[in-house]
């Protein structure tokens, strides 16, 4: 089966040769100026830098890294790493001296590219020595060895490279909560499977537009970007920073978007901040003026010639599902993990059903284990974690299943729900176990919470910690704020009401610190780092229990 798959670089190939002077690629440059970048434009300068990679004589399947932010040229220098016989190892662009060092080091990384960069100089610290860094066009001030010009003197190479299938591709490491990242190990067969059958499920075409602006590194942003633009053919529109996204945006007018809940939220937060939200909701409620003011809300977004938005990494509340069908835009969630490419579970357009993920993805098998656990096979999972024999087969059944981590059941029509973690269960002190993942999905529902952890272990009750969304940390500090707080005691009661005695949330406590990447409590992919917060907070769990206010507010 795998021979039939077909491989990235054979799509690249045709497309290349197909029509060479299409546009591939636009690259917003500092100074308001873009580069467009057509196909021949990639494929002459990925065969400059794979001769100049071939020349190196660095022993086939050497492992190289890519250390930026999401550029046109680090698509193209994965296309060089693997028409020379290498292997890529993305990282993401915001990792400490000491995690750059542990995956450079892990993955016995032969050379780095660098490329654009916020803080390199707090990074650089953890290159290690003997390894060459090779500076894309838009990087950070600093010394490198070498430059992506020196690479272009190179001529390109006149073959076109064609790995077998079950040769290794890509080492991408997982952001874990805790501990070292886990090297996951794919091959080119596995990008083949996840990327031929997912473009064709949302019928990804040439016609098709999408904005690169979530981590490449993570294996979301790299099926649904530059894989997708193999085997679909999209333009690829590249955002240039947080400041002039919304400009980036509107200038890809994107026909196909991924985003992770709190984009989306963030979306809804900037259209709330010019028109109120009650004005809004009474415009939306008329029949045609409705479907007018909805379309204009996309387009002012740059929103408006979306035709397949996906939702991945975390629950969508139902509510902000239902605001952007208002606007007369579908948002559909997406289930997958790194480890099978991301490649798992979507819900097909007109199959909605409220509270459950979606149906299984062509090819993929699914089980529910006798513990809860959701397990998945497909030519998309992985050939296992590298230099990890232990822990790929605690990850991979006997039968070639994986195991997800997730528990969840499966309705008559295969549609899948999660309901938790396996490890992320934990126990009261009355000796009561209770899954925080079901609890906070309801919690992050309410409009004004953007983030929660919901914690317990040792303690009689669960309590919710809670950051606010913007507008609720405004409304914190005006003559709003009574009116929020009785809001959320109103949500306290409502979840409690449908929950068993011992899930009971003593109440919640709102804390002033945002969770963010770079103070350490969210993971590079925005999942809550439970450990850390647990760590920083934890001596106040059992003052916050003993006072037994329903909301509190942390100082």
């Known amino acids: 089966m795998a021979d039939a798959i077909r491989l990235p670089l054979e799509l690249f190939y045709e497309r290349e040769a197909r029509h060479p002077n299409k546009r591939y690629m636009v690259q917003p440059l500092p100074g ?42 680090w698509i ?161 529109f590249f955002a240039e920073s947080l400041d002039s996204f919304l400009d980036d945006l509107k200038r890809a007018r994107p026909t196909v978007m991924f985003g992770v809940p709190r984009i989306w939220t963030k979306f809804q937060m900037g259209v709330y901040t010019k028109m109120p939200a009650h004005k809004l909701e009474r415009l939306l409620r008329l029949p045609i003026i409705g479907r007018i003011v909805g379309r204009k809300v996309l387009a002012g977004l740059g929103l408006d010639a979306v035709r397949y938005a996906l939702s991945g990494a975390a629950p969508v509340p139902e509510a902000l599902l239902n605001w952007y069908r208002r606007l007369g835009m579908e948002i559909q969630e997406v289930y997958g993990m790194t480890e099978n490419c991301g490649y798992s579970h979507v819900c097909r357009p007109g199959r909605f059903k409220q509270g459950w993920i979606g149906q299984n993805n062509p090819g993929v098998e699914v089980r529910i284990a006798e513990d809860g656990e959701v397990q998945v096979r497909s030519g998309a999972n992985m050939q296992g974690y590298y230099k990890e024999p232990l822990k790929t087969a605690e990850a991979i059944t006997d039968d070639g299943f994986l195991r997800t981590g997730d528990k969840g059941e499966q309705d008559a029509e295969g549609n899948l729900r999660l309901t938790g973690r396996i490890k992320e269960i934990f126990k009261t002190s009355k000796g009561k176990y209770v899954a925080p993942a079901p609890i906070e999905n309801r919690l992050g529902e309410h409009p004004r919470i953007e983030q929660v952890c919901v914690v317990g272990d040792g303690l009689p009750q669960p309590i919710a910690l809670c950051v606010l969304s913007d507008i609720g940390r405004q409304e914190s500090a005006n003559e709003a704020r009574a009116g929020l707080e009785s809001s959320l005691r109103a949500l306290v009661e409502e979840i409690n009401g449908r929950l068993d005695q011992h899930e009971r949330l003593q109440g919640l406590v709102l804390v002033k610190e945002v969770w963010g990447v770079d103070n350490g409590f969210l993971t590079p992919t925005l999942k809550i780092k439970r450990a850390v917060i647990e760590g920083i907070y934890g001596e106040r769990f059992g003052e916050w229990q003993q006072r037994g206010e329903v909301v509190l507010w942390h100082d």
């Open 32 to 73: 308001g100026q873009l580069l467009e970048l057509s196909w021949a434009d990639v494929g002459e300068q990925a065969r400059r830098a794979a001769n100049w990679l071939r020349s190196r004589e660095l022993p086939p399947g050497s492992r190289i890294a890519i250390v930026s932010k999401n550029c046109a040229h």
């Open 76 to 236: 193209i220098a994965d296309l060089a790493i693997w028409m020379a016989g290498h292997v890529s190892v993305p990282l993401y662009p915001n990792l400490t001296a000491d995690s750059l060092r542990q995956v450079l080091v892990h993955s016995e990384a032969a050379l780095a590219f660098i490329g654009k960069l916020d803080d390199w100089p707090s990074m650089a610290p953890g290159l290690p020595e003997g390894v060459p860094t090779i500076s894309l066009p838009l990087h950070p001030l600093g010394s490198f060895d070498y430059r992506w010009d020196d690479l272009q003197c190179s001529a390109p190479i006149q073959d076109d490279p064609k790995p077998a299938p079950g040769q290794l591709a890509t080492i991408i490491y997982t952001s874990g909560t805790t501990g070292m990242p886990k090297g996951v190990m794919h091959s080119f067969s596995n990008l083949g499977f996840a990327a031929s059958n997912a473009t064709g499920l949302f019928g990804v075409n040439e016609d098709d537009r999408v904005i690169s602006y979530l981590p490449l590194c993570h294996v979301a942003e790299r099926m649904f970007v530059e894989l997708a633009s193999l085997y679909g053919g999209q333009t690829v």
